[in-house]
């Protein structure tokens, strides 16, 4: 059975950087993409990262492009989230996500989910 947890959520003021982590348990962590999603609230969940199982590929949402950077630390079992220049719009619970599948950023493909770390963002 392959668990997620994520930590590392908080209360942020905008501008401020955080980071998310994700710890994977069970099942060889380098066998999975790893993806990161948030549910604003009273919004529907989106993608927000991707990586692939070595790391060498990286892929973002439109809205976190260029503040956001995931990556992974295959021998920790590890997966982070390094958010940047943090915006009240980022105010969201995150997600972070594991599949056997191919490379997707769609949360169907996904087979695993962590429980969620809330992230807050005041302007």
């Known amino acids: 059975q392959v668990q997620l947890l994520e930590s590392g959520g908080g209360v942020v003021q905008a501008g401020d950087s955080l980071r998310v982590s994700c710890a994977v348990s069970?099942?060889?962590?380098?066998?999975?993409?790893m993806g990161w999603f948030r549910q604003p609230p009273g919004k529907e969940r989106e993608f927000v990262a991707h990586i692939s199982r070595s790391g060498a590929l990286t892929g973002y949402g439109d809205s976190v492009k260029g503040r956001f950077i995931i990556s992974r630390d295959n021998a920790k079992n590890t997966a982070y989230l390094q958010m940047n220049t943090l915006l009240p719009e980022d105010t969201a619970v995150y997600y972070c996500?594991?599949?056997?599948?191919?490379?997707?950023?769609?949360?169907?493909?996904?087979?695993?989910w962590g429980q969620g770390t809330q992230v807050t963002v005041s302007s």
């Open positions: 069970g099942r060889d962590f380098s066998s999975y993409v």
């Open positions: 996500a594991a599949t056997s599948r191919p490379w997707s950023r769609s949360d169907r493909m996904y087979d695993y």
